[in-house]
């Protein structure tokens, strides 16, 4: 009875050991995002971040500089004066999750998207850089960049 008594202590000190709470990739990245956001200079520009999901039409996230990604707004991309990136480089959804320095306006206009039923600001793009290709997470879902998800992530 001792040896099974000892055996039951040891498994729950065991499984208790594995329930200790890290960090998840998020949380990590939170800490570099914040950051970045805060050393952003001020100025006539915007932050957008690509949100590609292969059966929407949206072109992804965009936000002012130095706002959180919460406040970031997904947007249908007017592409009259400038193409977005990868359908110039005729890749569409190549630069999954990529984050730009966005040029451009917001038209005052919403745009209807067919697949999520819904309207969504437009943007007119006037200019595109590249920030980063790797840029620190701002979904909690790790599934958020698959391509074929049907759910809208939306960043925190």
Same mark, same amino acid.
């Given at each position: 009875?001792?040896?099974?008594?000892?055996?039951?202590?040891?498994?729950?000190?065991?499984?208790?050991?594995?329930?200790?709470?890290?960090?998840?990739?998020?949380?990590?990245?939170?800490?570099?995002?914040?950051?970045?956001?805060?050393?952003?200079?001020?100025?006539?520009?915007?932050?957008?971040?690509?949100?590609?999901?292969? !059966?929407?039409?949206?072109?992804?996230?965009?936000?002012?500089?130095?706002?959180?990604?919460?406040?970031?707004?997904?947007?249908?991309?007017?592409?009259?004066?400038?193409?977005?990136?990868?359908?110039?480089?005729?890749?569409?959804?190549?630069?999954?999750?990529?984050?730009?320095?966005?040029?451009? !306006?917001?038209?005052?206009?919403?745009? !209807?998207?067919?697949?999520?039923?819904?309207?969504?600001?437009?943007?007119?793009?006037?200019?595109?850089?590249?920030?980063?290709?790797?840029?620190?997470?701002?979904?909690?879902?790790?599934?958020?960049?698959?391509?074929?998800?049907?759910?809208?992530?939306?960043?925190?």
């Amino acid at each position: 009875m001792k040896e099974i008594l000892a055996l039951a202590i040891c498994l729950v000190t065991l499984v208790l050991a594995g329930c200790e709470t890290t960090e998840d990739r998020f949380t990590q990245s939170q800490a570099v995002l914040n950051q970045t956001i805060a050393n952003e200079p001020s100025g006539n520009y915007f932050i957008g971040r690509r949100f590609y999901r292969r !059966y929407y039409f949206f072109w992804g996230y965009v936000r002012e500089p130095r706002q959180p990604w919460s406040a970031a707004r997904l947007v249908m991309l007017n592409e009259q004066k400038l193409l977005a990136p990868d359908r110039q480089a005729k890749a569409i959804g190549t630069d999954n999750n990529w984050e730009y320095r966005l040029r451009g !306006y917001f038209s005052g206009q919403t745009v !209807y998207e067919p697949a999520s039923n819904t309207f969504y600001p437009e943007f007119v793009l006037t200019g595109v850089e590249v920030i980063s290709k790797n840029p620190p997470e701002i979904f909690r879902n790790p599934q958020a960049h698959d391509v074929d998800r049907l759910v809208i992530d939306k960043p925190e």
